[in-house]
Nanobody, 118 residues
């Protein structure tokens, strides 16, 4: 089972940008897709965006233009670039593998905290 370690979060002012990293313990080419999720205080964890083995992207209920997912198969790492950060982006961000029907697989890691505040 491929596990993931998230990093790159922090405290950012509104309008700023962050690039989150998701390092896999194995080959990301061995999974159907890798998704970035987030959980805001008092809310359920939800999909932000995922990327499949053939680079097909699926977005959750987010402003697509502000979220860019990329991957480096050689480094087994998936990145999430978030631009024009807003206070409502404050959440713990997680990554996980997904199957063909969008179900998150495996156990969740610690996530990385993103806080957007002035």
């Amino acid at each position: 089972q491929v596990r993931f370690v998230e990093s790159g979060g922090g405290l950012v002012q509104p309008g700023g940008s962050l690039r989150l990293s998701c390092q896999a313990s194995g080959y990301i080419t061995s999974v159907y897709a890798v998704g970035w999720y987030r959980q805001a205080p008092g809310k359920e964890r939800a999909l932000v965006v995922s990327i499949s083995g053939w680079d097909e992207k699926e977005y959750g209920d987010v402003e697509k233009d502000r979220f860019t997912i990329t991957k480096d198969n050689a480094e087994n790492t998936v990145y999430l670039q978030i631009d024009d950060l807003k206070p409502e982006d404050t959440a713990v961000y997680y990554c996980n593998s997904r199957n063909s029907v969008g179900r998150a697989l495996g156990s969740w890691g610690q996530g990385t905290q993103v806080t957007v505040s002035s």
